[in-house]
Nanobody, 115 residues
Framework: QVQLVESGGGLVQAGGSLRLSCEAS????????VGWYRQASGNQRELVAA???????NYADSVKGRFTISRDNAKNTVTLLMNSLKPEDTAVYYC?????????WGRGTQVTVSS
């Protein structure tokens, strides 16, 4: 079955950087859109960034210019590089892979940005 495993979360001070990685298995990774969502306490899950099978990227306005998403189809991984982190970036970050109208999800990784 499809599995998505995230890594790289943690605690960082405002202005710092973190790199999140997600490794997929059980699926032909290269042909599907992959991305990252986040969910802060009390809030709905929201899109952070996504990258299509063709490499086209899409970012939430709140992270444009600070976050970079990339994929490595040879390693079945998608990476989110987060720079200039702000306290409002604190959330659980989830990796996702979309097959048609179905999204597969990882278990999430906590990112906490202290002020």
């Amino acid at each position: 079955q499809v599995q998505l495993v995230e890594s790289g979360g943690g605690l960082v001070q405002a202005g710092g950087s973190l790199r999140l990685s997600c490794e997929a298995s059980g699926i032909i990774f290269r042909i599907y859109l992959v991305g990252w969502y986040r969910q802060a306490s009390g809030n709905q899950r929201e899109l952070v960034a996504a990258v299509s099978s063709g490499g086209v990227t899409n970012y939430a306005d709140s992270v444009k210019g600070r976050f970079t998403i990339s994929r490595d189809n040879a390693k079945n991984t998608v990476t989110l590089l987060m720079n200039s982190l702000k306290p409002e970036d604190t959330a659980v970050y989830y990796c996702t892979l979309r097959v048609g109208t179905l999204n597969y999800w990882g278990r999430g990784t906590q990112v906490t940005v202290s002020s």
